[in-house]
């Protein structure tokens, strides 16, 4: 069966990082993107990055140049490093996987952070 475990959540204070990472297994074929959703307090889901094949990375507008997505092929894993936090950052984070052979969409269980001083 296919799992994804999450780790890398906790509690920082502003102009922290954290590290969040992402693993996929029980899959006969590749991973085509991973990558992170996330919920803030009273907002809906919002997309936070993406990486796919090739190293393609997309970004929310609000996180460019502070957040880093990367993958480990090898291992199956990604990374979300998140630089200079801010409390508008404080969030469930939720990473996810896509698989195109056969097409399916697999979550994580969702990781908390909060960034508070």
């Known amino acids: 069966q296919v799992q994804l475990v999450e780790s890398g959540g906790g509690l920082v204070e502003p102009g922290g990082s954290l590290r969040l990472s992402c693993t996929a297994s029980?899959?006969?074929?590749?991973?085509?993107?991973m990558g992170w959703f996330r919920r803030c307090p009273g907002k809906q889901r919002e997309f936070v990055a993406t990486?796919?094949?090739?190293?393609?990375?997309n970004y929310l507008d609000s996180v460019k140049g502070r957040f880093t997505i990367s993958r480990d092929y090898a291992k199956n894993t990604a990374f979300l490093q998140m630089n200079s936090l801010k409390p508008e950052d404080t969030a469930e984070y939720y990473c996810?996987?896509?698989?195109?052979?056969?097409?399916?969409?697999?979550w994580g269980q969702g990781m908390q952070v909060t960034v508070s001083s």
């Open positions: 990486i796919a094949t090739a190293n393609i990375a």
């Open positions: 996810y996987a896509v698989w195109l052979r056969p097409p399916s969409t697999h």
């Open positions: 029980g899959s006969n074929s590749s991973v085509a993107a």
